[in-house]
């Protein structure tokens, strides 16, 4: 989904909220540029905890909610699917949406990494020279 949003093709109260969004963004990029994927993973704890501090430890919640996602995210793809369009054929709302949803997966993702006490990095690593093995012979 590497298509950028033509800001032309949203409607006005969309392009209001993703200009401000991307405002905001600008206004505090550098807070996050420089963030690694642990740095992420603790940001995402702590905001779960901010907010929804009854189930941010609760791996069976978030493995729920993963998939919650996960299933909005792939609703969309179905859609694009039927309609026989690909990403590129998005408007930038719809583009703006699915990216918001994958975002929202990975969010869920980066929780259960830390509850989990992994560096996602690192057991990455560790799984693609399973993988390797396993799929190359290697």
């Known amino acids: 989904m590497s298509a950028s949003i033509n800001l032309d093709e ?25 963030m690694t ?13 901010d907010w929804f501090p009854d189930q941010a430890k609760s791996v069976p919640f978030l493995a729920l909610a993963l998939c919650g996602e996960a299933g ?7 859609k694009m699917v039927r309609s026989g369009r690909t990403d590129s054929d998005l408007s930038g709302e719809e583009r703006l949406a699915i990216r918001l949803e994958a975002i929202d997966i990975f969010i869920y993702l980066c929780n259960i990494f830390g509850i989990l006490g992994m560096d996602p990095v690192q057991t990455y690593g ?10 190359t012979g290697g």
């Open 126 to 135: 560790y799984k693609r020279e399973i993988n390797i093995k396993k799929y």
């Open 37 to 49: 994927l642990n740095d992420i993973v603790q940001q995402c704890m702590q905001d779960s905890e």
């Open 72 to 78: 909005e995210f792939a609703n969309m793809v179905k």
């Open 10 to 34: 949203l409607d006005p109260e969309t392009r209001a909220r993703y200009e401000a969004e991307i405002e905001r963004a600008r206004i505090i990029y550098g807070t996050y540029k420089d």
